[in-house]
């Protein structure tokens, strides 16, 4: 096997590998609905003792 054939075959097996990845990759992608914050879907809890200071010297 020449030089020039066993570069054509590794460039053609390179991109057989990179186009399955892509193609799961495409199917088993990340979900269409963003997952919630930090932020969203909390429900107020009580509240605590540090939320209630307001530090040294203020009203």
């Known amino acids: 096997m020449n030089t020039g054939l066993r570069i054509a075959a590794f460039v053609a097996a390179v991109a057989v590998v990179f186009a399955i ?3 799961v990759g495409r199917v088993a992608g990340p979900d269409s609905e963003p997952t919630p914050g930090p932020t969203t879907h909390q429900t107020p809890g009580p509240t605590t003792h540090q939320e209630e200071s307001h530090g040294e ?3």
């Open 57 to 59: 010297g203020e009203p």
């Open 21 to 23: 990845a892509f193609g």
